[in-house]
């Protein structure tokens, strides 16, 4: 299954953007990248997904390398309240039976 | 984005006995959840596929026998914890797949065993 790496932590000041980057070099080319944030002690939120394009939500952009190798999550104008564990996740498997595998995650901290 | 819910939010047992966790899709049919597991200041470890009117798909390392799940409804999926010892302590949570690109996960259930 393919894995994914990320920074244990990062810091950001409140209003700036914040650039959470992501490796996942044994993706293969029909897995979806996923990302989740977890705030303390609650469920994991759903950010954002993509496959080969970059994509934007209201929340965020996924900048996804042209290799697929790896990936970075912009928040384009972090708040306090963005503050949480950022999780990079590769979608595995085949239709019907597709499973997360969740990496070990960012802790973003973000400063007023 | 839809809403799964979970029972209880937290729960404490006595060492040996078991307890059951409900995860809920509230306003969609999930004929797929998934259990996932979480220790302090980890990441999500998943525990099991919850297929609804079939058996459950379990990951490698996982004692089925254990960690009991049933998925008996379109919106209900059930984790039961048997012979709980203070290292199944953790925090549970599941999610519900909307279609091949959504999923939604619960709040989580925090199990701790005395």
């Known amino acids: 299954d393919a894995k994914t790496t990320q920074p244990p932590s990062m810091d950001c000041a409140e209003g700036r953007a914040a650039n959470l980057p992501c490796n996942h070099s044994?993706?293969?080319?029909?897995?979806?990248v996923y990302w989740y944030r977890q705030i303390h002690s609650q469920g994991p939120q759903y950010i954002i997904h993509?496959?080969?394009n970059n994509e934007t939500n209201e929340m965020a952009s996924l900048i996804i390398t042209e290799d697929r190798k790896s990936s970075t999550l912009i928040l384009p104008h972090a708040t306090l309240r963005d503050t949480a564990v950022y999780y990079c996740?590769?979608?595995?498997?085949?239709?019907?039976?597709?499973?997360?595998?969740f990496g070990t995650g960012t802790r973003l901290k973000v400063l007023a | 984005g839809a809403v799964v819910s979970q029972h209880p939010s937290r729960v404490i047992c006595k060492s040996g006995t078991s307890v059951k966790i409900e995860c809920r899709s509230l306003?969609?049919?999930?004929?797929?959840m998934f259990w996932y597991r979480q220790f302090p200041k980890q990441s999500l470890m998943l525990m099991a596929t919850?297929?609804?009117?079939?058996?459950?798909?379990?990951e490698q390392g996982v004692e089925k026998d254990k960690f009991l799940i049933n998925h008996a409804s379109l919106t209900l999926s059930t984790l039961t914890v048997t012979s709980a010892h203070p290292e199944d302590s953790s925090f549970y949570i599941c999610?519900?797949?909307?279609?091949?690109?959504?999923?939604?996960f619960g709040p989580g259930t925090r199990l701790t065993v005395t």
């Open positions: 306003d969609f049919q999930a004929t797929t």
């Open positions: 996740i590769v979608r595995v498997g085949s239709s019907g039976t597709y499973k997360y595998i």
């Open positions: 993509g496959l080969k």
């Open positions: 919850s297929n609804e009117g079939s058996k459950a798909t379990y």
């Open positions: 044994t993706i293969s080319g029909n897995e979806y």
């Open positions: 999610s519900a797949r909307l279609n091949s690109y959504e999923q939604y």
